[in-house]
């Protein structure tokens, strides 16, 4: 038995210790520091009983870094591993999109156009707390009220933008698929754009509204052809082809472009390095 699982062994015991690892298929077990030239790493460890090799995975949305290990694995293995592709880690890291605040002058895509945000504190006219005006030639999305809340305010809009586009998408795919979901909920995931439950409700990224209308509608094509058929079959590609013409060309922009949907405002919840449909 190696080291680290020797180690292990006489705290718990070797009962003990297989069963905590049967708990669950995939079990995070805690984390290790890896440098590199003048970086240094923080890698999340996960065993998870079906891996038979180590696997690096940098979470685009997040930069977590997580590895994957076989269950029977030790320590002084992953820390090898990761030590070894520290390098590739360091390249990888450094290609991910830089944050961007959503704050006042700085720019932000709707619908895929770009517009400047404004704070106007006491518009002439109003509005409501959010909306989009043309000043001096520019498109702008102008928020008023407290600058603390600017950012609260903005999402608060896109997330409503985004309600409004996928629930209109949806129920014009829903009509011509014949089949309607119970739900619809948006949340801000970074491992799917969107999902489909076995009961018939739909999730999706609010983020979707940042993307070019078509990205959009092909997701909500695309869980909706999930209600039909819940896999990836033939049918079902069949089905949201018919829904969606441009599912190609969409897809082809979320490989593209999507990690870049995740630079705005605060970071969202766990992911991989490249959010799917589901």
């Not at 297989?18 to 995070?28: G, H, P, Q, V």
């Not at 129920?171 to 014949?178: D, I, N, T, V």
């Not at 990836?232 to 922009?253: D, G, M, R, V, Y």
Request: aromatic share 8%; net charge positive; glycine share 8%.
């Amino acid at each position: 038995m190696a080291k680290g699982a020797r180690l292990v062994k006489k705290a718990m015991g070797f009962d003990a210790l297989f069963k905590a690892f049967r708990r669950s298929d995939t079990a995070e077990i805690g984390a290790i520091d890896i440098a590199h030239q003048d970086q240094t790493f923080k890698i999340a460890l996960k065993r998870n009983g079906a891996a038979r090799r180590f696997t690096l995975r940098v979470r685009g949305a997040t930069g977590d870094i997580v590895l994957t290990m076989p269950t029977r694995a030790s320590l002084d293995q992953a820390r090898d591993f990761a030590q070894a592709h520290a390098g590739w880690l360091a390249s990888r890291i450094a290609r991910l999109p830089q944050r961007a605040l959503i704050v006042p002058g700085a720019k932000l895509p709707l619908r895929g156009v770009e517009h400047v945000l404004r704070h106007c504190p006491r518009p002439s006219v109003r509005r409501g707390p959010v909306w989009i005006e043309e000043i001096d030639g520019v498109l702008s999305l102008c928020a008023t009220g407290e600058i603390t809340h600017f950012e609260r305010r903005v999402i608060a809009f896109l997330r409503e933008e985004a309600r409004r586009d996928l629930e209109r998408a949806v129920r014009l795919h829903a009509a011509k698929s014949g089949r309607r979901p119970i739900s619809l909920t948006l949340r801000d995931t970074s491992s799917r754009w969107g999902s489909c439950s076995s009961k018939g409700a739909l999730n999706f990224s609010w983020r979707l509204i940042l993307a070019p209308p078509f990205v959009l509608d092909y997701l909500a094509a695309h869980e909706t052809a999930h209600l039909s058929h819940h896999d990836h079959s033939n049918a079902f590609w069949a089905l949201t082809k018919s829904l969606c013409p441009q599912t190609t060309k969409a897809e082809a922009w979320l490989k593209a472009y999507g990690a870049q949907l995740h630079r705005y405002g605060g970071k969202a919840g766990g992911a991989t390095d490249s959010p799917s449909a589901g």
